[in-house]
């Protein structure tokens, strides 16, 4: 705590932000460090959450260094202020504790399709106006890439089930394991009385090399390794190719579960990594090799 008060103090405060200008989502953070610094957590917790449902999340996984961070004013003589270390406990402690009351119903029906960030924070808004919600997942669990794309030591899994918790409290319906396209078209759900349909499925497919031997046996895409990473035996030697913040989970993945040998080949140099700083210190910490200029 006094390591976030500390963080706090050191905000300037500027009367034109470059730090909320340069969030996607304009969070309001110097309003919400005031609110910190005169202990309101309740009242900065509720206006982080109703700025963004998923601030809890985005503390954790947003590249901080190219948005509020990057562009602290305080960064470019000494260390830039770190706000989301703030977002993160004053988020975290804020859904713990929230309580959400459903509005009355205005009679709605909306199918949300897909259960990641996009889908959860449609459905968290959209209820909350009296919407009848249900989401449809693919998967056993809701969450999309929370769940299934970044690994649990970087994203504590108790946040996407706080998030179920609160979903359920406001009267939203998820159907897991249900895709929609194949047997439940579009079409039957509109048949079915639903008024609109939301659509957020995310990007699943690998981005590909093109190379000699991505079909073999023990060539793997880290998009599809990250679903379940404890179901895969990699071997002695793993090398991950890339270097942004998917290759970075995906090779710490393997030496959390069980590798000891694990190497990311790059073809440019660290300054041209595009992974966070803070994932590239960890990796290296964890003893991963970094090979540089290297390229097919």
């Known amino acids: 705590?006094?390591?976030?008060?500390?963080e706090a103090d050191r905000c300037l405060k500027c009367k034109n932000p470059r730090c909320k200008q340069h969030c996607p989502i304009a969070t309001p953070i110097p309003e919400v460090i005031t609110l910190f610094?005169?202990?309101?957590?309740?009242?900065?917790?509720?206006?982080?959450?109703?700025?963004?449902?998923l601030s809890a999340i985005c503390a954790i996984v947003c590249p901080h260094e190219d948005q509020c961070k990057g562009f602290c004013i305080k960064g470019i003589k000494s260390e830039p202020v770190s706000f989301c270390d703030i977002e993160r406990f004053v988020s975290e402690k804020y859904l713990e504790d929230l309580v959400l009351h459903k509005a009355p119903s205005n009679q709605h029906k909306i199918a949300i399709v897909g259960s990641g960030p996009a889908g959860i924070t449609a459905a968290i808004l959209l209820a909350q106006k009296g919407y009848q919600i249900t989401m449809f997942e693919l998967h056993d669990r809701i969450g999309g890439v929370l769940t299934y794309g970044i690994p649990?030591?970087?994203?504590?899994?108790?946040?996407?089930?706080?998030?179920?918790?609160?979903l359920r409290e406001l009267g939203v319906t998820i159907k897991t394991n249900t895709i929609v396209g194949p047997i439940i078209t579009l079409d039957k759900l509109f048949l079915d009385g639903y008024d609109a349909i939301f659509i957020g499925t995310g990007?699943?497919?690998?981005?590909?090399?093109?190379?000699?031997?991505?079909?073999?046996?023990?060539?793997?895409y880290a998009i599809d390794y990250l679903k379940n990473p404890s179901?895969?035996?990699?071997?002695?030697?793993?090398c991950v190719i890339g270097a942004g913040n998917v290759a970075m989970d995906a090779a710490r993945s393997a030496k959390y579960y069980g590798s000891p040998n694990v190497t990311i080949c790059y073809r440019r140099g660290e300054e041209d990594m595009t992974a966070t700083k803070v994932e590239i210190a960890d990796a290296k910490e964890e003893g991963l090799s970094l090979i540089y200029l290297r390229a097919q």
């Open 1 to 6: 705590m006094e390591y976030l008060l500390n």
């Open 37 to 53: 610094q005169e202990n309101k957590l309740q009242e900065a917790g509720k206006m982080l959450f109703e700025n963004n449902p």
């Open 152 to 166: 649990e030591f970087r994203l504590p899994r108790t946040l996407v089930a706080n998030l179920e918790k609160k």
């Open 203 to 220: 990007v699943w497919n690998p981005k590909t090399l093109n190379i000699k031997g991505e079909t073999l046996p023990h060539a793997l």
């Open 231 to 238: 179901s895969y035996t990699l071997g002695e030697r793993v």
